[in-house]
Structure formats: C-alpha cells, structure tokens
C-alpha cells in the first residue's frame, strides 16, 4: 500500500489515504515520486468548475522522481534515473497524435492527475515514453514546475507565434505565467504583467517583465495603450479569464493581436465581433502541451534559460495548507509536495 492525496467530487475536501501500490506492466515503469507542484487546475476541481467526472482520483499532474523499477521491455529509462513525467497518454494513432499534439488526442488512454491516479502520491506508474530524463543540477522541487507550468508556457508561446519586438501582456501572475514572461523575454519581445499582488509583480519583472501592472488600480487597457504609445498588445496571455479581465485583455489588442485563453473562470467571455474585425484580431485557447515541449522546456531551464519558482514545500499530508494558500493567491511560484 502506499499513501496517496484523493479527490472525492466537488465541493469535497482532499483525503490523505492508504492506496495499493501501483506495479508496472508491460512498457511502463514505476516511479517514486519526490516533488509534485500543485496547480491552479486542483482548485476547478475542488470548486467542480472542472468536472471530468471521474473519482475517486489522486491528483496532481506536475511529477517528479526516481524509478524504481521497470516493466517488461523496457530499455530506458533504468532503475535509479531521475525522471520528469509528461502527464497525457495518446493513443498514438489519432491525427492529433501522429502530429505530436497529444493533448488533443481523441482517444487518451491517460491523463495523470485529470482522468488517471497522478502524483500526490508515494508511487506513480507511466509509459516509459512519459518518463522524460531530468539532468543533474536541477533539484527535484525545482523541477516540478516545469511539468505543467513551464510547458503549458512554451506550449501556449507557440501557439501565439510570439515574435521579436511583440508587445505581449501576461495577464495573470502564476507559474504559467513566469515561464510566459521568461519565454517572452527570451524572444525578444517586451512583456507587460497584471497582478493583483505587488510581490508577484516585483518577481514578474525580476524574470523579465518591462512593466508592471497592480490590477487593482483598474484601466488595465488604456494604461497598455500609454506604455506602448497606442499600438496595443501584440499577443495576451489571459490566465485570469473574469468578466473584468477578459473585457481588459480584449480592448488592449493591437492590430492583428492574438488573445491566448489559458485560464478559465466560471464567467463567460463575451464580445462584440467588430471589436476582432476592425482589428483582424484573433482568438484561441491553449490546453496543456506535448511530450515535444515537456522535453524542450527541461532543456531551457537546464541550461539556464528558464528558472522555475517555488513558493515552499510541504511534506505530502500537509496538502491542505498549500491549496489553501494557492486559493488565497498567496503563492508566488508553486508549493511542491514531497510524498
Ligand atoms: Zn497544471
Ligand atoms: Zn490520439
């Protein structure tokens, strides 16, 4: 048996519970779980805002550790590595799958801490495929971060087709968002940050961020406009997604601007279409990411490029403080939890 942070539904507290230790089948390894990051996506599921209807479920989808041992098959990783895993399973032949874009797969055999058991947990068993090679010098806690923060960053960066010169608003300051800005930065673009806490925004600008926003000043759209002398946000990364915000994000477009949906709230975005066709303005969302960009984004903050943020870490059993302080939005970067 081994110890494991379950989710019952909606509206239901976490429990800290004795599960059967998962073994590895063919193809697949287990691993013991060292760090895993608690994300924005726990707090849908408790307030049922995300319902994918399946628990009991042991979240978590940000997974670092060692394996322990290897299933039939497998060649690598080895017992003993150091491995970050990459938290969808495809089914490898759909077209989304054969593309590399899993997260739209139209068949997923898993998804570790949304629809599968994940990694608040002792114990987490995967393909040997999600089980990407971690390098020495990036710590466990610091690594964690990177399997849903770091990568949802580069994943939405693409698709956003950040360019140098891009005046890109981050609107919202969390994990996702400091990679946004670190990634930004890195493309040569000139990042605005909105926040409603000054300490996120005073480490928005210490990763790279040009200007800072206190949200609760207001007139987040007009104030754009007099940084960038009219022309707008080229690209806005919305991870707040409120009424407020979303009207915001909306009317700081530029020209041909490109507004990114990473967060969701309960709100309904609204807008009327000759806001998008006077501006040829486009809008998309961004789920998730790909084994590809899970792989790409351990290499940036391997060398350097990219530094993830962790607010503390916290002994397994202690998970309630951790989501309490994420929904208090007292968390500058991640809380990690150490099984
Ligand atoms: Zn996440
Ligand atoms: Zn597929």
Known sequence: MMRAVRYHGPKLPLQLESVPKPTPKVGEVLVK??????????????????????QPLTLGHEMVGVVEEVGVGVESPKAGDRVILYYYVGCGRCAHCLAGDENLCDALRAEYGFVTDGGFAEYAVVPARNAVPLPAGI???????????????VHAAGLARLAAGDVVLVYGVGAVSFGLIQLASLAGAEVIAVSR?????????????????????GKVAERVREITRGHGADVVFELVATKETMAASTAALAKRGRLVFIGYSEDSYT?????????????????????????????????????TVVDRVLPLGEFQAGIDALAKGKLIGRAILKP
């Open 197 to 217: 806490t000054p300490a996120k925004l005073d480490k928005a600008k210490g990763l790279g961020a040009a200007h800072v926003l206190s949200a609760t000043e």
């Open 271 to 307: 807008v009327h279409p000759i806001q998008l066709v006077i501006t040829e303005a486009s809008v998309t969302g961004a789920v998730g990411n790909t084994l590809g960009e899970l792989v790409r984004a351990v290499d940036l903050v391997a060398r350097g490029k990219i530094r």
């Open 33 to 54: 779980v060292t760090a895993a990051g608690l994300c924005h996506t726990e707090l849908h599921f408790l307030s049922g805002l995300l319902n994918l209807g399946v």
């Open 139 to 153: 710590s466990d806690e610091a690594a964690a971060p990177i399997g849903c923060g770091v990568t949802t960053a």
